[in-house]
Structure formats: structure tokens, C-alpha cells
Nanobody
């Protein structure tokens, strides 16, 4: 088990950028695949991006490909989500998740979320 804490959310204008961070507790961070999900009001939580435990593989939702980049820094127990060219439809609560394999669904450790609001 790892405890995850997200930060970096906020209010930004359309076309702007934000970088989200997720810091994990414990000494096993490097063994986990990490991912970002988001949930907009009235919608189900959806996969945004994921990265393997080694960092060699990444995956993205079609809606964010070319705009968002996931990366990890194991020395800091941190995973990042760089979000560029933000759109109002990116507005959501963003959650960090940890799991044993890179996938779009199989995560069992979750953070509390950070709000991202994109104004038009």
C-alpha cells in the first residue's frame, strides 16, 4: 500500500498549462505503475494517462494525446502530469493512482484528488 497526495491543480484559462504532481509515501514507489484519472461533474471517472513502473511505457486517453505528458521521478517518489493546451472540457477532479501493472483500470491505491478548472 502507498499513500498518494496530489498537488498543482488550480484555475487556468483555455490554452494554458498546469503541472500536477503526486507524491507517494513508502519505499516501494519504484515498483508501482502510476496513472492519472479524472472525474468531471456528472460523469464517471476516466483514465487519462499511465506510466509503467520502469517508466519505459506510457499510455494516454485519446482526448489528451499530444497535449498531456506523464512522467515519474522515483528519487522523489513523484509522478507528474504536464498538461498543455488545456480546454474547458479538461475541467475535472484529477486523481493519482498506483497499481502493479500499467493498465486503464487496475489500480487499488488512490489519492484524494486535485481540482483543475479551465475557463473559456
Amino acid at each position: 500500500q502507498v499513500q498518494l497526495v496530489e498537488s498543482g491543480g488550480g484555475l487556468v484559462q483555455a490554452g494554458g498549462s498546469l503541472r500536477l504532481s503526486c507524491t507517494a509515501s513508502g519505499r516501494t514507489f519504484g515498483t508501482y505503475a502510476m496513472a492519472w484519472f479524472r472525474q468531471a461533474p456528472g460523469k464517471e471517472r476516466e483514465f487519462v494517462a499511465g506510466i509503467s513502473w520502469s517508466g519505459s511505457d506510457t499510455a494516454y486517453a485519446d482526448s489528451v494525446k499530444g497535449r498531456f505528458t506523464i512522467s515519474r521521478e522515483d528519487a522523489k517518489n513523484t509522478v507528474y502530469l504536464q498538461m498543455n493546451s488545456l480546454k474547458p472540457e479538461d475541467t475535472a477532479i484529477y486523481y493519482c493512482a498506483a497499481g502493479r501493472v500499467l493498465s486503464t483500470t487496475r489500480y487499488n491505491n488512490w489519492g484524494q484528488g486535485t481540482q483543475v478548472t479551465v475557463s473559456s
